[in-house]
């Protein structure tokens, strides 16, 4: 690779660091819906013409913005989980958890991109998948090495699951090797709750209700893992 070649892709590279760092400002502003390439490209002092070599459409650009959201959380879940004991199952739980948590407040507008509302017309490629999966692979670690040294005991407070539900089962099974389809369906259920209780705070609805939010977070997600069957 020539010198002159290197040269291009450091400056390619950090004018779309430029870029994306612009459109999450004002995705603070504007939403999501209202992104503008002319608008990032106006804050930066370009022609707008000139953006549209970096990012073709505002969709592409969207796309990148939610390929770095996903792949912040997943790092900020792998490095807290990967702090804790391995035989602290449920402290690598609740690891996980405080980390989706903390991510999320400390990047509001970003979370609201990956878990707020849909973006009218925008349509997720497939290059959101593996980014956006990374999370869900730490939990489901988490899940099966429970079942692997044996210290999973689900209690029996949740009805079996129907039977109707077992090709939704089938299709989370690779995400928890030798989970049974009621492991599966108690582990996405912990994990909706876990997101939709960061929903609940960081869109507003515990406004006025919910002061004490650190401690009743670490309540609620601390009985997800005994609804779990991992060990207290």
């Not at 000139?50 to 790092?75: H, K, M, Q, V, W």
């Not at 807290?80 to 989706?100: I, M, N, P, Q, S």
């Not at 991510?103 to 925008?122: I, R």
């Not at 928890?176 to 909706?192: E, K």
């Amino acid at each position: 690779m020539s010198a002159s070649r290197t040269a291009r892709e450091r400056v390619r590279a950090e004018l779309i660091r430029e870029i994306t760092d612009i459109a999450r400002r004002h995705l603070a502003v504007d939403g999501a819906a209202g992104l503008s390439l002319r608008a990032v490209a106006r804050e930066m002092g370009m022609v707008s013409s000139a953006i549209y070599r970096y990012f073709p459409s505002r969709d592409d650009l969207l796309t990148a913005l939610i390929i770095d959201g996903y792949n912040a959380l997943g790092e900020a879940v792998e490095n807290a989980e990967a702090a804790c004991a391995r035989e602290d199952l449920t402290g690598r739980w609740l690891a996980v958890c405080r980390a989706v948590r903390e991510w999320g407040l400390a990047h509001p507008h970003e979370y609201a991109l990956l878990y707020g509302s849909p973006v009218p017309g925008y349509r997720a490629p497939e290059d959101t998948i593996a980014p956006a999966a990374r999370d869900i692979l730490v939990f489901g670690k988490i899940i099966a090495d429970a079942i692997a040294t044996g210290r999973l005991n689900p209690p029996a407070i949740l009805p079996e699951p129907p039977e109707i539900i077992s090709p939704d089962a089938e299709a989370v099974r690779g995400l928890i090797p030798g989970a049974s389809d009621d492991v599966i369906t108690r582990s996405v259920a912990a994990w909706t709750n876990l997101y939709g209780m960061v929903n609940f705070e960081l869109f507003g609805q515990f406004n006025n209700t919910i002061e004490h939010r650190a401690e009743f977070f670490d309540h609620v997600m601390t009985g997800l893992a005994r609804m779990l069957g991992l060990p207290t």
